[in-house]
């Protein structure tokens, strides 16, 4: 591809991407709970919330991929990134307002899998999107 390069990516393009994502896995996993796919406990949730993530960020991807046009891979990647910087926001004001470890429940470990699972997915989303809107969606 020979459009990915840093000055195509549009930060406009990727907040618009990650709170796609972000709606999508909201709602994913509002669903979830709905079914009871989600179980009773957090380690029970564990699968429905990794296959919400991985249907969001795929779907955030596709949106700014097919909207883009231009170095979707970064643009998957960055999507990724937000999720970093929005997570980190969220724990320093959880720390400044209620004072505590409130993401004490996750691991290291798991925090790096779902955001390499976040990453991931809307790489995936963002070059199928470009993708499909230079084929019109069908089969070339």
Do not use: C, K
Request: aromatic residues 12%.
């Amino acid at each position: 591809m020979h459009t990915e390069h840093l000055p195509n990516v549009g930060f406009i393009r990727v907040v618009a991407g990650w709170l796609v994502a972000a709606a999508v896995t909201s709602g994913l996993i509002l669903a979830f709970i709905g079914i009871g796919f989600t179980g009773d406990t957090p380690a029970d949730g564990v699968y429905g919330v990794l296959l919400a993530v991985l249907i969001g960020f795929w779907v955030g991807g596709f949106f700014t991929g097919a909207r883009a046009l231009e170095a979707p891979i970064l643009h998957g990647v960055a999507i990724g990134l937000v999720s970093i910087v929005v997570w980190t926001a969220a724990n320093a004001l959880t720390a400044l307002t209620i004072g505590g470890a409130a993401w004490g429940d996750l691991s290291a470990s798991a925090t790096v899998f779902i955001i390499l699972e976040q990453v991931v997915a809307a790489v995936l989303g963002a070059w199928m999107g470009y993708r499909w809107s230079f084929a019109g969606g069908e089969d070339a």
